[in-house]
């Protein structure tokens, strides 16, 4: 059984469009996580979310909009899409502290986007 | 502000050697480090987590040690495989937040 899943796995689109990544996990966690991986494999955390509620946006234009309908599901949706934006998008989750961070963490296998 | 730095940045070794992967940071006050295994156009899989409290977690064949007072972490694999290649990944939580920083990772291939 997959613990951490995304759709899609690829994404091409052109600049201006918008696009929407889906996080899904089973692994009963509260805290789900968005990352952005960027052409040089550097990892960084954009958001995290714990039962639903933000807890942490790291520096994140509001072109990105992180929605949580329940704690299994974690979504990503980006508006006006910018070249800058390609990456590699990875959702994770763990269980522990609310902030998230303190245990292990589950990643997904990861979005490909490419803006056009 | 925390920075993570991985050396080497790629190691290439025959199998059956036992290999050290190094990561060291630049704030100590951590609150755990994680060592993650990347697989090409996959995700990050959790190889250890060790807590500030603690010095090293062994699982199998891998061995992680922390030293907090030094800034550095060291990641052993003992008898390499050729199944052991991939893109070795650090990652400090710190901060009131823990947020992580991921260093830029070791990237290792063990040939047969």
């Known amino acids: 059984d997959t613990a951490v899943s995304q759709t899609p796995k690829y994404l091409v689109t052109q600049m201006g469009n918008d696009k929407s990544i889906k996080c899904e996990q089973n692994?009963?966690?509260?805290?789900m996580y968005w990352y952005k991986q960027d052409s040089k494999k550097f990892l960084k955390i954009m958001f995290s979310y714990n039962n639903k509620e933000l807890i942490i946006n790291e520096t994140v234009p509001n072109r990105f909009s992180p929605k949580s309908p329940d704690k299994a599901h974690l979504n990503l949706h980006i508006n006006s899409l910018e070249l800058g934006d390609s990456a590699v998008y990875f959702c994770?989750?763990?269980?522990?502290?609310?902030?998230?961070?303190?245990?292990?963490?589950?990643f997904g296998p990861g979005t490909r986007l490419t803006v056009l | 502000k925390q920075e993570v730095t991985q050396i080497p940045a790629a190691l290439s070794v025959p199998e059956g050697e036992n290999l050290v992967l190094n990561c060291s940071f630049t704030?100590?006050?951590?609150?755990?480090l994680q060592w993650f295994r990347q697989d090409p156009g996959k995700g990050l899989t959790s190889l250890l987590l060790?807590?500030?409290?603690?010095r090293e977690q062994t699982s199998g064949r891998l061995n992680a040690s922390l030293d907090k007072s030094s800034g550095r972490s060291t990641l052993y694999i003992a008898a390499s495989q050729p199944g052991d290649s991939a893109t070795y990944l650090c990652a400090v939580s710190s901060g009131g937040s823990y947020i992580p920083t991921f260093g830029r990772g070791t990237s290792l291939i063990v040939h047969p």
């Open positions: 692994l009963g966690h509260d805290t």
């Open positions: 994770a989750s763990s269980q522990g502290l609310p902030g998230g961070f303190t245990d292990t963490q589950y």
């Open positions: 704030d100590s006050a951590i609150y755990n």
């Open positions: 060790i807590q500030s409290s603690q």
